[in-house]
């Protein structure tokens, strides 16, 4: 078991840059595949990021690539998602994931635990 908390989200203006935390508990965070999802309102959730056990691995949506970041800090079991370039596309509520399995899958139905989410806002 594994609870995760996102922190970091909130307004930002287009073009600016934000970063999401997610702080994990209970098991340590080093053993999961970590993840980022989001939904915009009113559509599916979507993969935004992975990250591999050792954070020497990642993935990314190809609508955030060049400008979002995941990294890890497995002493701290903390994950990130650094977001630049922001754009009012990228509003959405953000969450966090982990899986068990070492395979950096992009789909949600791959991913055991997840957050609760926090929203970012992106005004134009």
């Known amino acids: 078991q594994v609870q995760l908390v996102e922190s970091g989200g909130g307004l930002v203006q287009a073009g600016g840059s934000q970063r999401l935390s997610c702080a994990a508990s209970?098991?340590?965070?080093?053993?999961?595949?970590m993840a980022w999802f989001r939904q915009p309102p009113g559509k599916e959730r979507e993969f935004v990021a992975v990250i591999s056990r050792s954070g020497g691995a990642t993935n990314y949506a190809d609508s955030v690539k060049g400008r979002f970041t995941i990294s890890r800090d497995n002493a701290n079991d903390t994950v990130y998602l650094q977001m630049n370039s922001l754009q009012p596309e990228d509003a959405a509520v953000y969450y966090c994931?982990?899986?068990?399995?070492?395979?950096?899958?992009?789909?949600?139905?791959?991913?055991?635990?997840w957050g609760q989410g926090t929203q970012l806002t992106v005004s134009s």
């Open positions: 994931a982990a899986r068990s399995l070492s395979i950096l899958t992009v789909g949600h139905n791959g991913y055991n635990y």
């Open positions: 209970g098991r340590t965070a080093s053993t999961f595949v």
